[in-house]
């Protein structure tokens, strides 16, 4: 009797250990990283539950036994009772029979719930087997879509180049909105790229590139021929110029970012349609910069200005900072991470008088919305200010970025002041695929002493168009409305400009729109962006001067963003402490809010509480009225570098 039963034990707990029944259970749980139901998933499947009755059917034969012995353990009891025996003993013998009994009867329950359990997984399988089929289908279908527009695109370039209207000269060829350079048309983007319809009548104009000795006098012309004159000298080599060796060692690398996983549309399902600024986001999505020091990158091109100082043509004098203004761009390309929204009250300052010629300063004036204001001095003879209120939504398949207000840009030598606005930023495949970055819009750049304009559109991708990727153009007039360069290039890449010789009106389309037509003169290049730095891909494709931003400089403001904690932590790598440190820092801001709209609340009404807490008053900015574009707007009102240098910090709040 002892050896059966711990045989018949050990058959149970073999099936309740088996891997048949783990497998089962990893199934039932969905932890199974396996998409499609391939045949072996199949075939597996069928064995698990082969298995399953395998199993039932030694639980049954457990039970049999169990039953036949159990009946013969209870007959051997009964003898025993009908014996004279001491009354304690027989008191035991009725004990031992009773447990008997129970054992059957639980062993029974035990054999009908095996039983049910079968059934149950039979059903189940059969349901998860046509879930899975449909999941394979449908990834097919997807795969299969997929490679027929990849193959329609490059019969769409093939057809393209091998048209017998296009031009064998370069000198005289004809590209609408752009230049005919050494990378033409037959630049090829990444496999990964998705793109979507250009917008109608994505150029205004047409290009004919000449030479230089070329007699331009034509007939039915607007303009007369202008020669490329040496007032155009400072345009050349304009992007040549070699970056600055720095008077102080500059670290050239961070801590590579760790491989943390983290599913996105978990945290942004139900974040659809509201402000970005207001959702509660972990530190995996961001870069260890904040939303400051991104605002002072734009100034890494800053040689631009130092050499449109120089210009004494104020037309030329507008192509480099319209190569300026685009060139801010070219560090977002592969940045797709978002940079850390800045306390209120939050600082960033560049001191990089030596270095670069300039001393930067930001300062974070609201919350919500977010607004942070910006002052730059350059030594070489320019001054630069904006206030930029971010504006971001989600729009479930895509994340727009709007960045609202002015910048003015103005050069002390001859008062030219220019006004510009930043062009909007849409970040791709939020859900599903490669996350890509887009610049899309119109950019209207105004000099408002000489009134020239300069009319600069980002064209956004398209599936079926034969420009290049991130293309920009644009067109350089005085105040009389007279064209005097065209511009052309790509955001993440160079700008060019081409001096228009002569213009005239193109023949009437199909559908009766008429474009102008400028001959010009071949491009010079304006800007090229610098190369990354090694293993940029793992310190989130971080340029030279970004890399720089955050490196713990003595002396700065106890609001500057180099001594955020989170943001730190996060740069080290420590993304879960970075995470609870964000969490302690953003309940803090929350607790000064409130004991703001307290004191408020105490000598007026509840709304009118709520809208003096809401307006903060800046350390180094105050609210002035902008007499150009008749908008509030903030302005460096001076003291933060005569605080620095005497280290009097004591009027700075306590926001970390």
Not at 99 to 107: D, G, Q
Not at 314 to 319: F, H, K, R, T
Request: overall charge negative; aromatic content about 8%; proline content about 4%.
């Amino acid at each position: 009797m002892k050896g059966r039963g711990c045989w018949e034990t050990a058959s149970v707990r073999s099936f309740c250990s088996s891997r048949c029944l783990n497998k089962f259970k990893k199934d039932d749980s969905g932890d199974d990283d396996d998409d499609t139901a391939s045949p072996a998933d199949k075939s597996e499947l069928h064995n698990t539950i082969k298995s399953l009755s395998l199993k039932l059917d030694d639980l049954s034969t457990c039970n049999d036994l169990i039953a036949k012995h159990g009946a013969a353990l209870q007959r051997s009891l009964n003898e025993l009772d009908g014996l004279r025996i001491p009354y304690e003993s027989s008191e035991k013998l009725k004990a031992v029979n009773e447990r008997a009994t129970l054992f059957r009867i639980t062993s029974n329950a035990m054999i009908n719930a095996c039983r049910d359990f079968l059934e149950l997984a039979e059903t189940h399988s059969r349901k998860w087997q046509r879930a899975l089929q449909y999941e394979q289908e449908q990834r097919i279908h997807l795969e299969e879509t997929i490679e027929q527009l990849a193959k329609q695109h490059n019969s769409l370039e093939r057809a393209f180049r091998s048209a017998p209207g296009r031009a064998a000269n370069p000198t005289k060829s004809f590209s609408e909105g752009s230049f005919l350079t050494s990378k033409g048309e037959d630049s090829e983007e990444d496999e990964d790229t998705e793109y979507f319809d250009a917008m109608e009548d994505s150029t205004s104009f047409i290009t004919v590139i000449t030479e230089a000795k070329e007699d331009r006098k034509a007939e039915g012309e607007t303009t007369g021929p202008v020669d490329w004159t040496s007032s155009d000298s400072v345009l050349d080599g304009a992007s040549l110029v070699p970056k600055e060796l720095p008077k102080v060692k500059r670290r050239a690398r961070i801590p590579d970012k760790p491989n943390y996983s983290l599913n996105l549309w978990s945290i942004m399902k139900n974040c659809i349609g509201r402000e970005l600024s207001k959702i509660p986001m972990p530190v995996n999505f961001n870069e260890p910069l904040s939303m400051l020091q991104r605002l002072t990158e734009d100034l890494e091109y800053h040689h631009l200005l130092d050499k449109a100082v120089h210009c004494t043509s104020s037309v030329e004098q507008m192509c480099l900072v319209a190569a300026f203004s685009v060139s801010s761009y070219s560090t977002t390309v592969h940045r797709i991470a978002k940079p850390f929204n800045p306390m209120l009250g939050e600082t960033f300052e560049l001191d990089r008088l030596d270095e670069m010629g300039l001393r930067s300063l930001c300062e974070q004036v609201s919350h919500h919305p977010p607004a942070a204001a910006h002052y730059v001095f350059s030594k070489n003879g320019w001054s630069l200010w904006q206030e930029i209120t971010i504006s971001s939504k989600f729009r479930g398949k895509y994340l727009s970025i709007m960045p609202l207000g002015a910048i003015h840009l103005e050069f002390q030598a001859s008062g030219n002041h220019y006004v510009w606005r930043k062009s909007t930023s849409t970040v791709h495949n939020i859900i599903v695929g490669k996350l890509w970055i887009d610049q899309t819009g119109d950019i209207e750049i105004v000099n408002h002493k000489t009134k020239d304009q300069c009319q600069l559109k980002f064209l956004p991708y398209s599936y079926f168009s034969k420009e290049v990727a991130r293309k920009v153009t644009g067109v350089v007039s005085d105040g009389q409305g007279k064209a005097h360069y065209v511009l052309s290039g790509s955001w993440d890449e160079q700008m060019e400009c081409a001096k228009i010789v002569q213009s005239s009106p193109s023949s009437p389309s199909l559908d009766g729109k008429q474009k102008t037509v400028y001959q010009t003169l071949p491009a010079k290049l304006l800007w090229k962006k610098y190369p990354l730095p090694e293993n940029a891909e793992n310190m989130y494709y971080f340029s030279e001067l970004a890399l720089t931003l955050n490196e713990h400089e003595e002396g700065v403001a106890p609001t500057d963003s180099r001594l955020r904690p989170d943001q730190r932590l996060m740069e080290k790598g420590h993304w879960d402490e970075a995470n609870t440190e964000k969490q302690r820092l953003e309940e803090k801001q929350r607790v000064s809010r409130r004991r703001r709209l307290e004191a408020c609340s105490r000598g007026c009404s509840s709304e009118d509480a709520e809208k003096e807490t809401d307006t903060y008053m800046p350390l180094w900015f105050e609210k002035r009225l902008d007499p150009l574009t008749g908008e509030m707007a903030c302005v460096y009102k001076g003291g933060y570098w005569e605080a620095k240098e005497k280290q009097e910090w004591h009027m700075c709040p306590n926001i970390f």
